[in-house]
């Protein structure tokens, strides 16, 4: 579970995209993650997007001190429709390796519902006694870890004011989101007010009851700062903070909506 709240959040700090309209034009954003203050990893985005269609393609690394410790290397993608001011994915894929252990998970969606799911290793069968497990009803109006956090509102102070109902192919989870004013960011590609936001992880389904991790992070608040997309109405976050057992977990984007 602490995988699917930290893990979608990490991979969700990517978004980068324009209205219908737009022509297409690649973008590229980079993160640096810490922990506590000390690096640990770095993960970069380009994103491309035309009238009809938007396609987002990641990689995610260990560095710093972390790489002394555990070798994690990963790849992220997204690919779907725009609808209005709605980004409808149809792909998504994750697959991350770290300390010789490999993960993935591909999902197909049409219009917020999934179509098919498929992850490596395998669920365990049978499931812990422990498990709570994914019901078919709950897997629409869902948004995937990548193109979720892409949000066009109609005016910034809407933007906090909506639940995020993620899927990453193990876990359904709520993401809350609640308006926390605005703070001043400055960033390679940004120097603005950006819109915060807390939430704090509510799982649905997908987890056993017994993790650590879920127990760890029940009513802890997540906060996310969002920052405009020049002038295309769309905002991603440009900085989050997730507490973890260790201390605070911080992605910050260094570089932000540049070519």
């Given at each position: 579970?602490?995988?699917?709240?930290?893990?979608?959040?990490?991979?969700?700090?990517?978004?980068?995209?324009?209205?219908?309209?737009?022509?297409?034009?690649?973008?590229?954003?980079?993160?640096?993650?810490?922990?506590?203050?000390?690096?640990?990893?770095?993960?970069?985005?380009?994103?491309?997007?035309?009238?009809?269609?938007?396609?987002?393609?990641?990689?995610?690394?260990?560095?710093?001190?972390?790489?002394?410790?555990?070798?994690?290397?990963?790849?992220?993608?997204?690919?779907?429709?725009?609808?209005?001011?709605?980004?409808?994915?149809?792909?998504?894929?994750?697959?991350?390796?770290?300390?010789?252990?490999?993960?993935?998970?591909?999902?197909?969606?049409?219009?917020?519902?999934?179509?098919?799911?498929?992850?490596?290793?395998?669920?365990?069968?049978?499931a812990p006694a422990d498990f709570v497990?994914?019901?078919?009803?709950?897997?629409?109006?869902?948004?995937?870890?990548?193109?979720?956090?892409?949000?066009?509102?109609?005016?910034?102070?809407?933007?906090?004011?909506?639940?995020?109902?993620?899927?990453?192919?193990?876990?359904?989870?709520?993401l809350p989101l609640s308006p926390a004013?605005?703070?001043?960011?400055?960033?390679?590609?940004?120097?603005?007010?950006?819109?915060?936001?807390?939430?704090?992880?509510?799982?649905?389904?997908?987890?056993?009851?017994?993790?650590?991790?879920?127990?760890?992070?029940?009513?802890?608040?997540?906060?996310?700062?969002?920052?405009?997309?020049?002038?295309?109405?769309?905002?991603?976050?440009?900085?989050?903070?997730?507490?973890?057992?260790?201390?605070?977990l911080s992605l910050t984007a260094s570089?932000?909506?540049?070519?």
């Open positions: 579970m602490l995988r699917a709240a930290t893990g979608l959040l990490a991979s969700a700090l990517l978004a980068l995209a324009a209205p219908a309209g737009a022509e297409a034009a690649p973008l590229r954003t980079v993160y640096t993650i810490s922990l506590i203050g000390l690096p640990v990893g770095r993960a970069e985005f380009r994103t491309t997007i035309d009238a009809r269609r938007f396609k987002v393609v990641g990689t995610l690394s260990s560095a710093g001190l972390a790489e002394l410790v555990s070798s994690t290397r990963g790849t992220s993608s997204v690919s779907g429709r725009i609808a209005g001011r709605r980004l409808l994915a149809d792909r998504y894929a994750l697959a991350y390796t770290s300390d010789g252990k490999s993960w993935s998970s591909d999902l197909s969606l049409r219009s917020g519902s999934v179509v098919s799911s498929k992850v490596a290793p395998p669920a365990r069968n049978p497990p994914v019901r078919r009803a709950q897997l629409t109006s869902v948004v995937d870890p990548l193109s979720g956090l892409m949000i066009a509102p109609e005016k910034p102070a809407d933007l906090c004011r909506r639940t995020l109902n993620v899927y990453d192919g193990w876990s359904r989870i709520d004013g605005t703070e001043r960011v400055r960033t390679d590609g940004f120097d603005g007010e950006a819109v915060v936001c807390t939430t704090t992880v509510r799982p649905v389904s997908g987890y056993r009851t017994s993790s650590n991790g879920l127990r760890f992070l029940r009513g802890k608040v997540i906060r996310l700062w969002f920052a405009p997309i020049g002038d295309t109405g769309v905002y991603a976050p440009v900085r989050v903070r997730i507490p973890t057992e260790v201390g605070p570089t932000f909506a540049k070519p």
